[in-house]
């Protein structure tokens, strides 16, 4: 199997290895989720409901902002009704959902929707939410998805381009795993990423851009300007 510096694998997928189209069975944990985020995120207001759906039903739930909790957060249904292919020696992992957090001005009325710079977040929720029943695979904690290979801004008023999974900043820990009868559900947050990032992460491991992050304030809240966090300086003059 293909690895990166820091020793972690490397996964690659084609469409040739998508599995063939198999409707969802229903969402066997949806009120158990949507109470679970009411108890630690807030009152949903909005769910985002998928017409056609593939191996699994996602629905995007939708948290105003409020007082407490400046920022729209966006959290997945669905995604934890089929377990993932986890490798043998890894347990507890396969089940999992979804979250991204997005400043208050972000636009998300179903008209702002048709801009692809507005609409890109719940994308990402559905299709990385849907992947790793596609192709047989798994997504955890420091888990990267580039936006194509190589990598392109996730919109254009953004340099950002790949998804880093992570476990929530924001959130208390009890947000990071919903205990169910027979499962575990884990949640994990989405943090865009520059380039610089993914190339220290990949050589390093993903705890390499943890000081980063804190100097620069980096958390579950989209910047989409915000500082690049492993960009080299550049220092002039002789030595």
Not at 53 to 58: K, L, T
Not at 90 to 116: M, R
Request: proline share 7%; aromatic share 12%; charged share 25%.
């Amino acid at each position: 199997m293909e690895k990166s510096e820091s020793g972690s694998p490397i996964y690659r997928y084609s469409k040739e290895q998508k599995n063939e189209f198999v409707g969802p069975l229903g969402e066997s944990s949806i009120e158990e989720i949507s109470d679970h985020i009411e108890k630690y995120v807030g009152t949903i207001d909005m769910v985002f409901h998928e017409l056609i759906s593939e191996q699994v039903h996602i629905d995007v739930h939708w948290v105003k902002p409020t007082k407490e909790k400046p920022f729209h957060t966006l959290v997945t249904s669905g995604m934890s009704d089929k377990p993932m292919k986890t490798p043998e020696e890894i347990q507890g992992l396969e089940f999992a959902e979804l979250s991204i957090c997005l400043p208050p001005e972000w636009k998300l009325s179903e008209i702002e929707f048709k801009d692809e710079s507005n609409y890109w977040p719940v994308s990402w929720l559905k299709t990385i939410a849907r992947f790793p029943h596609e192709y047989n695979t798994w997504m955890s904690y420091g888990h990267t998805i580039p936006n194509g290979d190589p990598a392109t801004p996730l919109a254009n008023n953004t340099k950002l381009n790949t998804i880093l999974l992570m476990p929530s900043i924001v959130f208390q820990d009890e947000f990071q795993t919903l205990k169910l009868d027979g499962k575990s559900i884990n949640f994990y947050t989405m943090i865009p990423l520059y380039t610089d990032e993914v190339n220290l992460k990949m050589k390093k491991g993903v705890e390499a851009l943890f000081d980063g992050f804190d100097k620069h304030g980096v958390n579950d809240i989209v910047r989409l300007d915000r500082p690049n966090t492993a960009k080299r300086k550049k220092f002039f003059g002789l030595f």
